[in-house]
């Protein structure tokens, strides 16, 4: 799943708008379509949370904001434009973005300046030799700096850290284990192999057998882009495989427990009610990065696990010792996803021009994804020193930040243009809004974890989301009278 999506040469987002390419993911015509994409009052309204988040603790005068896979910078664009409007974009000194799309990375960079420059401000640009210091920035200034791993995102106690994930989680590689009488199995994905034998001492027809599980299989890029036939000669005693274009993939179970079975699904308790052809997808890349974005919110590192204490030695009281080490300005987070708090057996999927097909087919042309266990992020964060909020539906969040009248207001400020489209505009702009929080669609699939750096303080709206159940509604435009 992850040299599908980020192989260099033919991953599914290394390769997304490259200029030799001209290939979309996002957008009409793209495989897929983001809620940034769609209206910009989504980004306006996460940027008003992060503005209150940001109020409530004092108003910190070094901000950051941060980013996990930025897509176009459609979302970091309308939440400049949003900080623009009150006093936090001064605060604003740096942006950290985890992205490998070199393509997208142009795309991010030209939002974020078109949204800086309208504010007043513009990118720093870095030394052209790495070794140099980077000068203290201008007042006008905003340092932008690409990471290629979560992990290279460093902690920052001196900066108060705003952080988005939106769609980022869905796409991280997941293992899929199966329930046998014999325990769990890995599902992993094998090549249809049909090989042509054909005997020697005789004429009988060519028989085709299925190769199974047998073996190891290798594959190079040029089998990929195969679309010759080879057989074996007549008469030869030795059969070769035949092939008609790319190799065809396959589901299989491990004949015995892998190490990630043992690790993930067989030592769970949250699996052992699961029966035999039951299946659960587990993803130990979202579990460590939610703890990174727990360090990253909090402003502290994580304390090692008691149980990993002994392992590490010198190194996990070094890092104890860090953790507890100083004070940190906090910070908030917003991970916004489809999925559920609970885990999910039959998720996995892949879009390819807004439909949904197989994973095995096309790989590196196509967006493999899966559910969300938000139950699991929560287990991770709790590791840190940050605290968890939620899961909301996406509805819910949006509403009861002022969905209805931002939404209002622009469709006033269409109707007011002047244009001869200005009715069409503020029609566009209500189904936008509506499809946001479609209690049938995106607004109950959707769901908002927030991440809060410090403790003790209650945080609208996710302290309220039992109150909210009942009585939130999605956006509604009132019947004309």
Do not use: C
Not at 363 to 379: E, H, I, R, S
Request: charged share 25%; no cysteine; glycine share 8%.
């Amino acid at each position: 799943m992850r040299t599908a999506l980020l192989d260099p040469s033919q991953g599914y987002y290394a390769s997304a708008n490259a200029d030799d390419q001209g290939r979309d993911v996002l957008g009409a015509r793209g495989d897929f379509i983001t809620s940034p994409e769609i209206s910009q009052v989504f980004g306006e309204l996460l940027a008003v949370y992060f503005v209150a988040r940001w109020q409530a603790v004092g108003s910190p005068e070094q901000m950051r904001l941060v980013e996990f896979g930025p897509g176009k910078g459609t979302l970091l664009a309308d939440m400049i434009r949003t900080f623009a409007r009150f006093p936090i974009l001064n605060s604003l000194k740096t942006i950290h973005l985890v992205e490998t799309s070199e393509g997208l990375m142009r795309l991010q960079l030209r939002a974020i300046e078109e949204a800086l420059k309208a504010a007043g401000k513009k990118i720093a640009m870095p030394p052209s030799d790495p070794a140099v210091p980077a000068p203290p920035l201008k007042d006008n200034e905003v340092s932008v700096e690409y990471f290629p791993l979560v992990d290279a995102v460093p902690v920052k106690p001196d900066q108060w850290t705003a952080l988005v994930g939106h769609e980022f989680f869905d796409a991280l590689p997941i293992h899929i284990f199966e329930k046998t009488i014999k325990g769990f199995r890995e599902v992993l994905v094998d090549v249809k192999r049909e090989t042509v034998y054909r005997s020697a001492s005789s004429n009988s027809p060519e028989t085709t057998q299925q190769a199974g599980q047998s073996g190891v299989t290798t594959i190079k890029v040029s089998d990929l882009r195969r679309n010759k036939t080879t057989s074996s000669s007549p008469g030869s005693a030795s059969g070769t495989a035949t092939s008609a274009g790319p190799p065809e993939f396959q589901y299989v179970l491990s004949p015995t427990e892998t190490p990630w079975t043992k690790l993930l699904a067989s030592s769970n308790p949250r699996f052992k009610s699961l029966q035999p052809g039951q299946r659960v997808e587990i993803s130990p890349e979202s579990w460590a990065t939610a703890r990174k974005i727990g360090e990253l919110v909090a402003g502290k590192k994580a304390k090692v696990p008691e149980e990993s204490r002994k392992l590490m030695g010198r190194k996990a009281e070094e890092e104890r010792e860090e953790a507890d080490a100083g004070e940190s300005l906090g910070g908030a987070g917003l991970i916004v996803d489809y999925g559920d708090e609970k885990a999910f057996g039959g998720s996995f999927r892949a879009f390819k021009s807004h439909a949904v097909v197989s994973p095995l087919q096309a790989p590196g042309q196509a967006d493999l994804t899966a559910n969300v266990d938000f139950a699991y992020l929560k287990n991770a964060l709790a590791t840190t020193t940050a605290r968890s909020l939620g899961p909301m539906f996406q509805s819910h969040f949006l509403a009861t930040l002022g969905l209805a009248p931002r939404v209002e207001a622009l469709v006033k400020a269409a109707g007011d243009s002047g244009s001869g489209t200005g009715s069409g505009r503020a029609k566009e702009i209500e189904s936008s809004a509506k499809r946001l929080v479609d209690p049938t669609g995106m607004g109950a699939q959707y769901k908002v974890l927030g991440i809060e750096g410090g403790a003790g303080q209650e945080v609208w709206p996710f302290d309220f989301e039992e109150q909210l159940r009942a009585s939130a509604k999605p956006y509604k435009k009132e019947e004309e009278k």
